[in-house]
DNA sequence: TTTATGACTTACCACTTGGTAAGTTGTCAA
DNA sequence: TTGACAACTTACCAAGTGGTAAGTCATAAA
C-alpha cells in the first residue's frame, strides 16, 4: 500500500500549522493524526516520535528559509537591490506563510531548545549574509558590524513581530486598520533604514 | 496561620518565571507548587484553578507596563521628550524584565486567547497613546494615522523581539557580540525614527 | 472556650499523554 | 507463489494532567 506517500507530507503540513498556533506542547499526536482520521500509531509508524516529527516541521521552515537567500546568490543585481530583494522576499514570505513566522517566533522563545542539532541555525548564515550586505552598501555610513547587525535585527524583528500579530491586531483595530497598516509597512521599513539612499 | 501571603505572591512569581519559559502548557501546577515546596493543591487552595493563576500572572505584566505610561501622563517635558521617555522606560522594562517581554510574545502568539478577557488590552491604549505622540512629534511629515501607527509598531517589534532573543543571540554569536548589540539597540532605535529631529 | 477561617496535606479520580507490542492487509519484486 | 515490506489498526500501559473531597492544624475573633 503505497498509496500515501502523501499522508507523511500531509502530516507535516498539519503538525506545522498546529504546532505554529498552539506550540509543541499545546499539540498531542493524537490532535495531529486525527485530523487527517487517522491513529496517531500511524503517525508514531512515520515518525518514530513527537520530537521527530516537530524536527522536520523545523526542517521545512529551515529549507523555506534558505532557498530565498539561495535565490539571491549569484544574481548581477546591484548589492543594494540584492538587499532590498532579500528583504521584501523575507517579508513575503513572513506575511503569506504566517505558520513559519509564529514558529520562528516560538523557537526563539524556547531557551532550552527541544532539537538542539543543527537545523536550529539556519537564521545564523541568514543573519551574517544580510549584515555583510548592509555594511557594503551603506559605505558612507561605516558602519561597525555590531552596528550593522543591530540594524539588520530591528528589520527583522519588527517584520517578525508584525507577521505574528495579526490576530491580535485585527480584534483590537478592525481588518481595515489592519490591511492599512499592512500595506504600509514594507515600504516605511525600508524607507526608515534606507539612509544611504542614493 | 496567616504567616504567608507570602505563599500567594510568591506563587505569582514562580509561575510568571515559568509561564514565560515554557509556555501555559508546558508548565504543571504541580512544576509551579513544588518549586516552593509545597504540594499543588496547595496552590489550588490560592488560585482555584490552573486558568486563575495564569490570569493573576497577566494582570502584573499589564499593571508594570501600564505604569509606564502613566509616569509620564502628567509630566511637563516636551512631547518629543516624553515619547522617547517612555520608549526608553519600555526598553528598560523589556530588557530587565525579560519575562515580561516573553509573556507578551507568547499571548501574541495565542489567538485562541484562553483569557478573552479584560486585561489583555493593556497593550491598546499603550499603542494609542504612542501613535498619538508621534503624530504630534512629526509636524513636517504629518503622519496619517496608519503610517503613525506603523512606526510605532516597528519599534515596538524590534525591541520585543530583541529583548526575547537574548538566549538565542548569545548562543549563536557569544556573549561579547550580545552585549555590543545591547549597547547600541535603543539608541540607534531612536536615531531611525527620530526622522524630524530639530 | 468555642467557633470560624485560612493555609495547608493526604487520598483520590477520570482523563490525556507519549509510547510499545503485536497483529492485519494490500502491493510489489523474486 | 512466496516473502518482504510499508501502512496501517487494535490493544495496552505507565506516567502525568487538572481537579475534587475531606481532613488537619494553627491563629484570631466572639
Same mark, same amino acid.
Given at each position: 500500500m503505497k498509496k500515501d506517500t502523501n499522508t507523511k507530507t500531509a502530516l507535516i503540513e498539519v503538525a506545522h500549522k498546529l504546532f505554529a498556533d498552539r506550540g509543541y506542547d499545546g499539540v498531542s499526536i493524537a490532535?495531529? +493524526?486525527?485530523?487527517?482520521?487517522?491513529?496517531?500509531? +500511524?503517525?508514531?509508524?512515520?515518525?518514530?516520535n513527537k520530537e521527530k516529527l516537530y524536527g522536520k516541521v523545523l526542517e521545512g521552515v529551515s529549507d523555506r528559509f534558505g532557498e530565498i537567500i539561495q535565490a539571491h546568490e549569484g544574481k548581477g543585481d546591484t548589492k543594494r537591490e540584492q538587499f532590498f530583494s532579500i528583504l521584501h522576499d523575507l517579508y513575503e514570505q513572513m506575511n503569506t506563510q504566517k505558520h513559519d513566522a509564529r514558529l520562528i517566533m516560538r523557537e526563539l522563545l524556547e531557551n532550552q531548545p527541544r532539537i538542539e542539532s543543527k537545523q536550529k541555525w539556519y537564521l545564523r548564515p541568514f543573519l551574517e549574509k544580510l549584515t555583510e550586505l548592509i555594511r557594503e552598501i551603506t559605505v558612507k555610513e561605516q558602519l561597525s558590524s555590531a552596528e550593522a547587525f543591530t540594524r539588520i535585527y530591528q528589520i527583522l524583528g519588527a517584520m517578525n513581530y508584525f507577521a505574528i500579530s495579526d490576530p491580535t491586531l485585527k480584534k483590537m483595530f478592525g481588518k481595515q486598520t489592519y490591511n492599512d497598516v499592512e500595506q504600509l509597512f514594507f515600504n516605511q521599513l525600508k524607507q526608515m533604514y534606507a539612509l544611504d539612499e542614493q
Open positions: 490532535d495531529i +493524526a486525527g485530523e487527517l482520521g487517522i491513529t496517531k500509531q +500511524a503517525l508514531l509508524h512515520h515518525f518514530g
